[in-house]
């Protein structure tokens, strides 16, 4: 559900086709998406105090929103690194951008087709969307208590609860099953909120 919301961020026209059942889901608020985004600009590593300031730090940042690193990026939410190059593949995005660093600058910024592995348009900033909002971040112990809470209420058993719990634990929020992240946040938005006023809906 959240990577259509990302695109929704974006400033692009937009045209929103969704079931009425859809418009029932609780949603996080906007402004509580848009913290968990990281902006990357060209030639400026402090462009932004939410910005990486070297490429550790943005592997880190990467790591900690979700992502997964492999050899080659070729699916959503992978991220590559060889030398001084960087790519990343964002929820929301048609295509992967390519980072070429200079020490701690960004020197370009390029998109790139995953078959062919090859530089489509450069771009001066970009932001990289989490691939999943909570992220390795949040996941405060009082939202594994509550999800423990309701699950013995919902008739399941105390060893299977623990063990269930115990396996999401491990894993990044990307990879649970729908409806568990909800216990870590406190309120909540409509999809319709995401909708900028120039959206239509059908």
């Given at each position: 559900?959240?990577?259509?919301?990302?695109?929704?961020?974006?400033?692009?026209?937009?045209?929103?086709?969704?079931?009425?059942?859809?418009?029932?889901?609780?949603?996080?608020?906007?402004?509580?998406?848009?913290?968990?985004?990281?902006?990357?600009?060209?030639?400026?590593?402090?462009?932004?105090?939410?910005?990486?300031?070297?490429?550790?730090?943005?592997?880190?940042?990467?790591?900690?929103?979700?992502?997964?690193?492999?050899?080659?990026?070729?699916?959503?939410?992978?991220?590559?690194?060889?030398?001084?190059?960087?790519?990343?593949?964002?929820?929301?995005?048609?295509?992967?951008?390519?980072?070429?660093?200079?020490?701690?600058?960004?020197?370009?910024?390029?998109?790139?087709?995953?078959?062919?592995?090859?530089?489509?348009?450069?771009?001066?900033?970009?932001?990289?969307?989490?691939?999943?909002?909570?992220?390795?971040?949040?996941?405060?112990?009082?939202?594994?208590?509550?999800?423990?809470?309701?699950?013995?209420?919902?008739?399941?058993?105390?060893?299977?609860?623990?063990?269930?719990?115990?396996?999401?634990?491990?894993?990044?929020?990307?990879?649970?099953?729908?409806?568990?992240?909800?216990?870590?946040?406190?309120?909540?938005?409509n999809v319709l909120d995401y909708v900028p006023p120039s959206g239509y809906?059908?």
């Amino acid at each position: 559900v959240y990577q259509p919301l990302w695109r929704l961020l974006q400033d692009e026209p937009v045209i929103v086709v969704t079931a009425v059942e859809s418009l029932r889901y609780r949603v996080l608020p906007v402004d509580r998406l848009e913290v968990s985004l990281l902006p990357l600009h060209t030639h400026s590593p402090q462009s932004s105090n939410r910005s990486p300031q070297s490429l550790d730090q943005l592997i880190a940042e990467l790591i900690g929103r979700g992502y997964q690193r492999v050899p080659m990026v070729e699916q959503v939410g992978e991220f590559s690194v060889r030398g001084d190059i960087i790519d990343i593949f964002s929820p929301g995005q048609r295509h992967p951008w390519r980072i070429e660093l200079f020490g701690d600058e960004i020197e370009t910024i390029r998109t790139f087709a995953v078959e062919r592995q090859t530089s489509l348009t450069t771009v001066p900033e970009i932001v990289i969307a989490p691939v999943h909002p909570l992220g390795w971040q949040r996941r405060e112990a009082e939202g594994f208590s509550a999800l423990h809470h309701y699950l013995l209420s919902q008739a399941w058993n105390e060893s299977l609860v623990t063990h269930a719990i115990e396996r999401w634990a491990s894993r990044s929020p990307a990879q649970w099953p729908w409806g568990i992240d909800l216990f870590f946040y406190s309120n909540f938005a409509n999809v319709l909120d995401y909708v900028p006023p120039s959206g239509y809906v059908c």
